[in-house]
């Protein structure tokens, strides 16, 4: 079964720039939709951007212009870049399968300081 591990979160100022990797340890192309997803404290985890085999991607409302999915199946990888970051950015970031989700990785955390 495909595990994932997700890198790249940090602390950063509000505006600023972070991207995201998230690295399959099976073939994400067998997965035709990959998604990131954001946990903060003492909420569920919510998808905030998703990305088809075939390229289609789609963002949660709150991400929209400012965050950008995308995948490399040849590198069994899928990346997040956030710009122009806020405060309620803050969270743990996972990515996972779309709608079917396997298990979680450890995440990586994103802080954004105002």
């Known amino acids: 079964q495909v595990q994932l591990a997700e890198s790249g979160g940090g602390l950063v100022q509000a505006g600023g720039s972070l991207r995201l990797s998230c690295a399959a340890s099976g073939k994400i192309s067998s997965i035709n939709t990959m998604g990131w997803y954001r946990q903060a404290p003492g909420n569920q985890h919510t998808l905030v951007a998703r990305i088809t085999g075939g390229g289609f991607t789609d963002y949660a409302d709150s991400v929209k212009g400012r965050f950008t999915i995308s995948r490399d199946n040849a590198k069994n990888t899928v990346y997040l870049q956030m710009n122009s970051l806020k405060p309620e950015d803050t969270a743990v970031y996972y990515c996972?399968?779309?709608?079917?989700?396997?298990?979680w990785g450890q995440g990586t955390q994103v802080t954004v300081s105002s």
């Open positions: 996972n399968r779309w709608p079917s989700l396997i298990p």
